[in-house]
């Protein structure tokens, strides 16, 4: 099993920068990569960003593309998520994941059903 524990949300102004953290427990070098994903009430959980723990390649959908940027610390089983420019539309619970096997697409990391552990989120509250 991996544990995923999240920190760093909060409430921020438009304009503004916030960092994410999900530190990773247990079983971690059984995972291949991490995610970011976020959900806004009513709304279903959306894909914001990956990486691999290897090589460190990353992929992100268009929308975040150049605001967002997931990085990670191998040795301390943490993957960050910075948020720039933050927008209203960015408030949502994000969430952490880790994948036991991300393959090789990046443009296949946005399957939410491709994680195998989550954590419990952090809620992120960016106003206007």
């Known amino acids: 099993q991996v544990q995923l524990v999240e920190s760093g949300g909060g409430l921020v102004q438009a304009g503004d920068s916030l960092r994410l953290t999900c530190v990773a427990s247990?079983?971690?070098?059984?995972?291949?990569?991490m995610g970011w994903f976020r959900q806004a009430p009513g709304t279903e959980r959306e894909f914001v960003a990956a990486?691999?723990?290897?090589?460190?390649?990353?992929y992100y959908p268009d929308s975040v593309k150049g605001r967002l940027t997931i990085s990670r610390d191998s040795a301390k089983n943490t993957v960050y998520l910075q948020m720039n420019s933050m927008k209203p539309e960015d408030t949502a619970v994000y969430y952490c994941?880790?994948?036991?096997?991300?393959?090789?697409?990046?443009?296949?990391?946005?399957?939410?059903?491709?994680?195998?552990?989550w954590g419990q989120g952090t809620q992120v509250t960016v106003s206007s």
């Open positions: 994941a880790a994948a036991k096997y991300l393959g090789p697409n990046g443009s296949h990391w946005s399957s939410s059903t491709l994680y195998d552990y």
């Open positions: 247990g079983r971690t070098w059984s995972t291949s990569g």
């Open positions: 990486i691999s723990w290897s090589g460190g390649l990353t």
